[in-house]
């Protein structure tokens, strides 16, 4: 069955410092990959999503992510993070039956000044 | 252009009273519907969801029901609450195929007191 791992439950970055979130999938065929954030208080946005075609996917506010086939992963990463991105951060896949969506726990990522 | 609306935005009810959680969705037709839950600190847990009008599939066996009366409109409901049932409630909603992945309406935030 399809699943997906967040390894790290909370990353602490400082202001303008590089940014990479960790996700690993398990999945039988080419996967629909996805990252979505959660401001609090606030519903998911949909940042990227990935297909098929280039592994290195553009997503809004200055996101990208990069599947790797080999290792199962879809880390997500920014070059300098802003206090602005202080939020929570979920990957997802699409389940067996193609109705829903198979969700990460969750990263919290907190911004120092 | 799509979009999503649900409300109310936040809830304050006292154990045992009713509850009713309305999402209507505009811009598209026959969408997959979705309701899901955010406990303080907890992931996403899918509650129900529904591929067409009075077709409601329940993941987690509960105090709450979901209808889908018309095709833009899923409701969750429950006859009466429990002090568990507090939480941050979220409608989505995705074309067949889920090649756009989710799109999250605000949320509600339910305090059961």
């Known amino acids: 069955a399809q699943s997906v791992t967040q390894p790290d439950i909370h990353i602490t970055v400082s202001e303008g410092a590089s940014l990479e979130l960790r996700c690993n999938y398990s999945y039988g065929a080419t996967p629909y990959l996805f990252w979505y954030v959660q401001s609090p208080g606030q519903g998911l946005q949909l940042l990227l999503k990935?297909?098929?075609?280039d592994t290195l996917v553009q997503g809004i506010k200055g996101f990208e992510a990069e599947f790797k086939r080999s290792q199962s992963s879809f880390n997500l990463r920014k070059p300098s993070v802003h206090w602005s991105d202080a939020a929570e951060y979920f990957c997802?896949?699409?389940?067996?039956?193609?109705?829903?969506?198979?969700w990460g726990a969750g990263t919290k990522l907190i911004i120092k000044p | 252009s799509q979009t999503i609306h649900q409300w109310p935005a936040t809830l304050v009810q006292p154990v045992g009273s009713p509850l009713s959680l309305e999402c209507t969705v505009e811009?598209?037709?026959?969408?997959?519907l979705y309701w899901y839950r955010q406990a303080a600190g907890r992931g996403l847990q899918l509650l129900f969801y529904s591929v067409g009008i009075g077709q409601i599939s329940s993941e987690v066996p509960q105090n709450l029901s979901a209808s889908r009366p018309q095709d833009r409109q899923f409701i969750l409901s429950s006859k009466k609450l429990l002090l568990s049932d507090s939480g941050f409630y979220l409608c989505?909603?995705?074309?067949?195929?889920?090649?756009?992945?989710?799109?999250f309406g605000s949320g509600t935030r339910l305090t059961v007191v």
């Open positions: 811009g598209t037709s026959n969408p997959n």
């Open positions: 990935y297909f098929s075609g």
């Open positions: 989505a909603w995705s074309a067949t195929g889920l090649l756009s992945g989710y799109t």
């Open positions: 997802a896949v699409p389940s067996d039956s193609n109705y829903q969506l198979i």
